[in-house]
């Protein structure tokens, strides 16, 4: 069974940087598209950023697209999350999942329908 194990959250200033990660424990973890999804204080969990089981096709919600960028590592069984210029609003936690689709699209990147294997999530913090 596919499991996921995120990191790399913390304490960061407005307009800083975090890079997170998420790890997966499975021989198969390439037969997965790989999503972040983000919970602010108060809110539903949403969608931010997705890719592709070969990283040939990213998506990114349009409250984060220009400031993160996501890849993928399969010799290391990893995703990276490279989040630049962060502001408050991106204080939240920060959750990995997994979906077996051939292919993204947007719709599917924004939704919590279809993902699972969740981790247990990071948190970041933006503030001064």
């Known amino acids: 069974q596919l499991q996921l194990v995120e990191s790399g959250g913390g304490l960061v200033q407005p307009g800083g940087s975090l890079r997170l990660s998420c790890t997966a424990s499975?021989?198969?973890?390439?037969?997965?598209?790989i999503g972040w999804f983000r919970q602010a204080p108060g809110k539903e969990r949403e969608g931010i950023s997705c890719?592709?089981?070969?990283?040939?096709?990213?998506k990114y919600a349009d409250s984060v697209k220009g400031r993160f960028t996501i890849s993928r590592d399969d010799a290391k069984n990893t995703i990276y999350l490279q989040m630049s210029s962060l502001t408050p609003e991106d204080t939240g936690f920060y959750y990995c999942?997994?979906?077996?689709?051939?292919?993204?699209?947007?719709?599917?990147?924004?939704?919590?329908?279809?993902?699972?294997?969740w981790g247990h999530g990071t948190q970041v913090t933006v503030s001064s």
């Open positions: 499975a021989y198969t973890w390439d037969s997965y598209a």
């Open positions: 890719i592709s089981r070969r990283g040939g096709i990213t």
């Open positions: 999942a997994a979906n077996p689709a051939k292919t993204i699209n947007q719709a599917m990147c924004h939704s919590r329908l279809g993902w699972s294997s």
